[in-house]
Nanobody, 124 residues
Framework: QVQLVESGGGLVQDGGSLRLSCAASGRTFSSMGTGWFRQAPGKERSFVAAINWNGGITDYVASVKGRFTISRDNAKGTVYLQMNSLKPEDTAVYYC?????????????????WGQGTQVTVSS
């Protein structure tokens, strides 16, 4: 088992920045692919970003490319999501996910472990 705990969410104005963190404990996190997903009110959970086990491969949904950056520090067992130029449409609960595979891409079904989520609210 692996436990994931997100932090760093909050309220920010249009154009602002936040950095989300996801701390992992339990299994060997350094070999696991990880991702960030989000769910806005009344909408399905959707892919935001993914990173492979060593940080060499990343992927983003088109709407966040150039604004968000996913990274990881395996020594700390933590994955990050730096979010810049935030927009009201980025408002959602953000979830960290991890997979037993070294990279799991954009499909939520590939991920075995999920955090509890952290709220991000962007005001206009």
């Amino acid at each position: 088992q692996v436990q994931l705990v997100e932090s760093g969410g909050g309220l920010v104005q249009d154009g602002g920045s936040l950095r989300l963190s996801c701390a992992a404990s339990g299994r060997t996190f350094s070999s696991m692919g990880t991702g960030w997903f989000r769910q806005a009110p009344g909408k399905e959970r959707s892919f935001v970003a993914a990173i492979n086990w060593n940080g060499g491969i990343t992927d983003y949904v088109a709407s966040v490319k150039g604004r968000f950056t996913i990274s990881r520090d395996n020594a700390k067992g933590t994955v990050y999501l730096q979010m810049n130029s935030l927009k009201p449409e980025d408002t959602a609960v953000y979830y960290c996910a991890a997979s037993s595979a070294p990279y799991s891409g954009s499909y939520y079904g590939n991920y075995n472990f999920w955090g509890q989520g952290t709220q991000v609210t962007v005001s206009s």
